[in-house]
């Protein structure tokens, strides 16, 4: 049974960044057929998908924030991260990480969410 867990501050200044880490358990990121995702919800909105990390490292990005967005791993420990650079109160949300089936638009496992704040 895989499991993710994110992780990270849950409060964080205008102009900072965000760095959240989700910490996989029960599979490999690095097993083919999966990739990583990270999606947000803003308060009273839907989910917005942001980017997402394939199994061989290979990134993407939605463009309309791929100037501030990073995502990379760490394959010893079996975990992915976010960075979002240069927040504004619009980037409070509740942040999810989750597995990506390739090719079937499907998402069949979830952390189960972190609160972020973005406030002074």
């Known amino acids: 049974q895989v499991q993710l867990q994110e992780s990270g501050p849950g409060l964080v200044k205008p102009s900072q960044t965000l760095s959240l880490t989700c910490t996989v358990s029960?599979?490999?990121?690095?097993?083919?057929?999966?990739?990583w995702s990270w999606i947000r919800q803003p308060p009273g909105k839907g989910l917005e998908w942001m980017g997402v990390?394939?199994?061989?490292?290979?990134?993407y990005y939605i463009p309309s924030l791929k100037s501030r967005t990073s995502i990379s791993r760490d394959t010893s420990k079996n975990q992915f991260s976010l960075q979002l650079s240069s927040v504004t109160p619009e980037d409070t949300a509740v942040y999810y990480c989750?597995?990506?089936?390739?090719?079937?638009?499907?998402?069949?496992?979830w952390g189960q969410g972190i609160q972020v704040t973005v406030s002074s």
């Open positions: 989750a597995r990506e089936e390739e090719g079937l638009g499907v998402y069949d496992y």
């Open positions: 029960g599979g490999s990121i690095t097993t083919s057929l999966y990739a």
């Open positions: 990390i394939a199994s061989d490292g290979s990134t």
